[in-house]
């Protein structure tokens, strides 16, 4: 184990690519408050300074990331609007060093991955899910626009147009479209979903597939 918190963890597997595993203590699902994301700066800041494949996020739980909680958004809204604007840079910065870790990465699926958490999986380079994945951005609904770089990588991804819908909506997307569509890059069965995750990995090692042209993409203007 090289990182290990009361949120997540982080280890490395035989195969040499580093699983960081989220598993909130004391909840039934994982979600992104403020302990996660510090969490998740620090094991961030760890995986840059090793040598290692590639990285897994994926999930102890029977869900990925469920969303932000939003039973601290109260205190926080009622912050100065500099405070706000601050955490949302340091949110932002978070998923950014992801999106630009020095070896490929890889988002395991395996069931609701919705705003923030899926705002993590379209800032890694490949998603893989199960078939009871479901993403979206759920929070429109509430007024919230997604703040951690959703909005900006999900057209990148699926286009314009379904991306639009999708934002606007907040919809639950389930894996069958998010795969036509291009949010996802493979269904696979729950028991292959880490061993799936690693060949990709080692595709992208070997030449055959090219992640550093999907960070391209994403960091380039809408065609």
């Known amino acids: 184990m090289i990182y290990s918190g009361k949120t997540l963890s982080v280890?490395?597997?035989?195969?040499?690519?580093?699983?960081?595993?989220?598993?909130?203590?004391?909840?039934?699902?994982?979600?992104?408050?403020?302990?996660?994301?510090?969490?998740?700066?620090e094991a961030v800041a760890v995986l840059q300074s090793?040598?290692?494949?590639?990285?897994?996020?994926?999930?102890?739980?029977p869900?990925?990331?469920?969303?932000?909680?939003?039973t601290e958004f109260?205190?926080?809204?009622?912050?100065s609007e500099e405070s706000i604007l601050q955490w949302l840079r340091e949110g932002?910065?978070?998923?950014?060093?992801?999106?630009?870790?020095?070896?490929?990465?890889i988002s395991a699926i395996n069931g609701v991955a919705l705003g923030g958490g899926f705002e993590l999986a379209v800032a890694t380079d490949y998603r893989i899910g199960t078939a009871k994945a479901v993403v979206g951005f759920p929070e429109v609904k509430l007024g919230i626009l997604p703040g951690f770089g959703g909005t900006v990588r999900t057209p990148r991804l699926i286009g314009a147009?379904?991306?639009?819908?999708?934002?606007?909506?907040?919809?639950?997307?389930?894996a069958d479209q998010a795969l036509n569509e291009g949010a996802l890059d493979a269904i696979v069965e729950d028991e292959n979903l880490i061993a799936a995750c690693?060949?990709?990995i080692a595709q992208c090692n070997s030449g055959k597939l090219d992640y550093k042209k999907i960070r391209a993409v994403k960091n380039s203007p809408l065609t």
């Open 50 to 61: 090793l040598k290692v494949v590639g990285v897994i996020f994926s999930s102890a739980k």
């Open 63 to 70: 869900a990925f990331i469920v969303g932000a909680d939003i």
């Open 11 to 41: 280890e490395v597997l035989p195969s040499g690519v580093a699983n960081l595993v989220f598993d909130l203590e004391d909840s039934s699902v994982n979600k992104f408050n403020q302990q996660t994301l510090r969490e998740l700066q």
């Open 92 to 105: 932002n910065k978070i998923f950014s060093d992801i999106e630009d870790l020095p070896f490929p990465t």
């Open 161 to 174: 147009d379904n991306a639009n819908q999708w934002i606007s909506s907040g919809s639950h997307i389930n």
């Open 198 to 200: 690693e060949d990709l």
């Open 74 to 79: 109260t205190a926080m809204f009622s912050d």
